[in-house]
Structure formats: C-alpha cells, structure tokens
C-alpha cells in the first residue's frame, strides 16, 4: 500500500518561472492537504481539497499560488512567477476524513523548491 | 500567531536517557494532538497521537502526557536511541476542523 507520493522530489526554478507540485494521496484517501516548511520553522496549512473542490484555502497566499485536485489525476499545487521567498519544502498529506474520525494525516516526502 | 507553541528548540541527550520535548496551546476546541518525527530529506511521519479524554497513552518507548487543566502535552521517548536523532513536531487540531497546527519543531540529537 504505497504512502503519499509527490513529485518532483527536488524543483529549482529561476525568478518569474512556474513551479507545479504534484501529489497524489494513499489509496482509498479522497482528502488532501497541503502545507509549506521554510527553514527551521514547523509546517504551515495551505490549503485544503476534496476531489474537485477547495474547501479551504485560508492558509493560501492570495496572488501567484492555485491548488486543484481534479477528478483524475494527483492534487497540483501552482505557483506562478516565483519569487526567492518561495524556496521552501512544500509538504501534501492525504486523509480519509470518515464522520466521528480525526482526520488524521499522513505526509508525502516533500518537494524542495528552490528559486534563483 | 503561533497556535502551538514548543520547547526547546534543539536538544541533546545521552543514549540511554530519556527525551522530553513540551508543547502548549490556547486554543481550547482542540481535540486531536499528534506527533510527528521528520528526518532530514523526508515528510513527517505519524508517531503518536493522544485526545483529550485520556491523560496518558504510550506506544513502545514514546509517551505522550495530556494536561488539558494547563493546555499542555509533552512527549517522552525512554531509553533514547541514535537512531532517535530526528525533529519532532507536535500538532493540534480539531475533528471539525481542516487543518493541522504545528509547534516550531525539536531537533533531537542522542549521542551514544
């Protein structure tokens, strides 16, 4: 039973580039997070999916950054014109979000962004 | 606003020995309080996870320890290994909730 799985593994992109992240959650697991580590900190919340829908995005910075989890297919985090501030390891989890359960999470690998 | 707070920072400790990483929060609706263990390169991984109608759960050599009077929960690993040099994280969250708050994270190091 393969885990979150997230590619690519390592992104570098210059200043102004597109940077798309890739996630696909654990079998059976229709929920996706995401959440973004900057150096020496703890992982942030970005957003929030459900097949088709965003259901929160609060953690979300408003211009340059777009999620979709679309029907077929992984969870694509979007991030246009990057900027040096990005750089970050950006972290997917999935969930299977039962009623009564606790939404527990379970993490991806990460894809390290860098941006020259 | 950091909704989890966590000590110390960084943390060093004799094989053997025993690790004690503390968070605390103010947000009183939460029910759900994970921890986590990242090695370097790699995703959180799902250590132990505790909610608030106990006040102790342990699973091999870690304990969680629950005071939800001082809204606060520690981790303890007992006999500490090398193989423990990690960063701990502790989370909390709510069922209604969508997302997960972290603590600023512990880097563990168990020197033999």
């Known amino acids: 039973n393969a885990g979150v799985m997230q590619n690519p593994r390592h992104l570098v992109r210059r200043r102004g580039q597109e940077a798309r992240l890739r996630c696909s959650p654990m079998?059976?697991?229709?929920?996706v997070y995401w959440y973004r580590q900057l150096p020496e900190e703890g992982l942030k919340f970005m957003v929030y999916?459900?097949?088709?829908?965003?259901?929160?995005e609060s953690g979300m910075p408003k211009e340059r950054f777009s999620a979709e989890f679309p029907k077929e297919g992984p969870s694509i985090l979007r991030i246009q014109q990057v900027v040096r501030g990005d750089s970050a390891a950006y972290f997917c989890?999935?969930?299977?979000?039962?009623?009564?359960?606790?939404?527990?999470?379970?993490f991806g690998p990460g894809t390290r962004l860098t941006v020259l | 606003q950091q909704q989890v707070k966590q000590s110390p920072q960084s943390l060093i400790v004799q094989k053997g020995g025993i690790s004690i990483i503390n968070c605390a929060y103010e947000n009183t609706a939460f029910d759900y309080f994970p921890w986590y263990q990242q090695f370097p390169g790699k995703g959180p991984a799902l250590l132990i996870a505790?909610?608030?109608?106990?006040s102790e759960k342990k699973e091999g050599r870690f304990t969680i320890s629950f005071n939800k009077s001082a809204k606060q929960f520690s981790l303890h690993i007992m006999d500490s290994q090398p193989g423990d040099s990690a960063t701990y994280f502790c989370?909390?969250?709510?069922?209604?909730?969508?997302?997960?708050?972290f603590g600023t994270g512990t880097s563990l190091t168990v020197i033999p």
């Open positions: 079998k059976g697991h229709s929920h």
């Open positions: 989890a999935s969930s299977r979000r039962l009623a009564g359960d606790y939404n527990e999470q379970f």
């Open positions: 505790i909610r608030p109608d106990v």
């Open positions: 999916l459900q097949k088709e829908n965003i259901i929160d």
């Open positions: 989370a909390a969250s709510m069922q209604t909730g969508n997302q997960f708050y």
